[in-house]
């Protein structure tokens, strides 16, 4: 067996140091109901800003925007490229270009994020997205992890909920449940690459780059736990992450958790609520077979 990473000691340390005043709710489920997703931030150069036409796009996200996005005016003349950053830490662009209606899509949008809002709003707890480069040495991995998922899922059990303790109120979303599951994204599909990126973040940053196969946790509101190399990803490491999120949460203050978001186009309140109210009723000790499916690149 490998030596744990520091990142996953780390993890550790924080849940015990801190289990003693948690509420009851599970981290994933503590991160949905209240941390709201950090906004990137669009930077446009002034004269495209300025052009009508792109001014006329910009409009739906200006102030109220149907996606965790902030638009900003470049305050150096000479930056010719609308630039996608980060909103939290200081990382380089994960995007660059010209603003236009195809480019604003698909900075909003691709299949895989539509099918990770659509899994996070039907209850599953954790989403473990897979980039890699669809050989039959990743589809290996894949199994592999997959495997250990649905063996964590049945030993695995989350904590009691008291529904008269005022401090562990669920908010509206769909019911609490334990659900692992796995998705697969090609590093080779165009529509996926912007996601790839928002997914490895500063860490996998350089394995993205050399087209290095690696995967991310997600949950809450489309928060990135960390992403990891799947070399790294063995039993003891899918163990810590896992009791990580699922046990109490600790960290009452969104930034004392460690992750960063990524950029989905969803209004969260809303579809919670909608969520709730069309969600059918979970059955006590009902089991849940984990999924895993890949998401396959559009052909032309």
């Known amino acids: 067996m490998r030596p744990r990473s ?6 550790a340390f924080v849940a015990l140091a801190a289990s003693a005043v948690a509420c009851t709710i599970p981290v994933f489920r503590y991160a949905l109901d209240r941390w709201p997703a950090d906004a990137f931030r669009l930077v446009v150069p002034a004269a495209m800003a300025k052009q009508p036409d792109i001014a006329k796009m910009l409009v739906p996200l200006i ?27 200081d990382a380089p662009p994960i995007w660059s270009g010209a603003v236009n209606a195809e480019s604003l899509q698909k900075l909003l949008e691709s299949p895989a994020r539509t099918e990770l809002i659509k899994r996070i709003l039907t209850g599953e707890s954790v989403i473990w997205v897979f980039a890699d480069n669809g050989t039959p040495e990743d589809k290996t ?36 449940k334990l659900e692992l599951t796995a998705v697969r994204v090609s590093m080779k599909d165009e529509a996926e690459k912007l996601f790839c990126a928002m997914l490895a973040g500063t860490k996998c940053a350089e394995a993205l780059a050399k087209g290095e196969p690696f995967a991310a946790p997600v949950f809450g509101r489309g928060r990135v736990l960390g992403s990891f190399p799947l070399k790294d990803l063995d039993d003891a490491a899918l163990e810590d992450i896992t009791m990580f999120l699922t046990g109490r949460c600790s960290c009452r203050v969104k930034n004392q958790s ?4 990524v950029l989905l186009k969803v209004d969260w309140d809303s579809a919670l ?19 895993a499916v890949r998401i396959e690149p559009k052909t032309k």
């Open 6 to 11: 520091p990142a996953l000691i780390t993890l």
């Open 63 to 89: 102030g109220n925007p149907p996606a965790n996005i902030k638009i900003e005016t470049a305050k150096d003349a000479s930056v010719k490229d609308a630039q996608l950053l980060f909103g939290t830490f």
């Open 141 to 176: 991995e894949f199994d592999r992890i997959s495997k250990r998922l649905r063996y964590l899922q049945q030993v695995v059990a989350l904590p009691p909920q008291d529904p008269n303790d005022p401090d562990s109120q669920l908010g509206a979303g769909p019911p609490l």
């Open 258 to 261: 460690p992750g960063w978001d």
């Open 273 to 291: 609520e909608k969520a709730q109210a069309e969600a059918p009723a979970v059955k006590k000790n009902s089991a849940v077979k984990p999924e």
